[in-house]
């Protein structure tokens, strides 16, 4: 069903737990995996400046793909260098015909209390595929917490 998944990653917990997520479908569907990250830039006053630099770019999406490799996947690595990133990560999967495209629910912002990342809002508004997003650790700290709550009481 999907030939093609392209996972988007920034580095964040929540990446790293879509990875793993993007290989599991890929191992079901013998999907090629493209991994991707899109350099930010941060608008300061004087200058534009970039939050990593090009060699942890680079590092982020060769660790990837390497995992990806590793897990019997044939991926490959792409790293864009633009402002608007979720569009970045909608051309970049249109020119490659991708079919799937599986990313966090939230990244590396420490706005509290979002569902939804703007990044990932923007791709699922954006995109003509279907989008996995993966909820990431912090749901399952929720799950846990939440199956905590209903245990029935000890009886007395
Ligand atoms: N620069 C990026 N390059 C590739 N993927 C990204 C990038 N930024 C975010 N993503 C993807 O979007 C997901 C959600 O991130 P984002 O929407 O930026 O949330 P937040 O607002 O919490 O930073 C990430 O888990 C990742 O899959
Ligand atoms: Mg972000």
Redesign the pocket.
Known sequence: MFKNILV???G?I??QK?LPTAIEVAQKFGSDVCV???S?HDRGRAAVFSLETPAEATRLVADAVKTAREAGISAVGELRDVAA?AKA?VETAAARGIDLIV???????D?QG?LL?????KVMQLADVPVLVDRGPARVKEFSRAAAVQKPAAAC
């Open positions: 988007a990653i920034d964040s929540y990446s879509a991707l990250h899109v930010e990133v990560i990313m966090g629910s939230r990244g590396l912002s706005v979002l990342g703007s990044v990932t809002h």
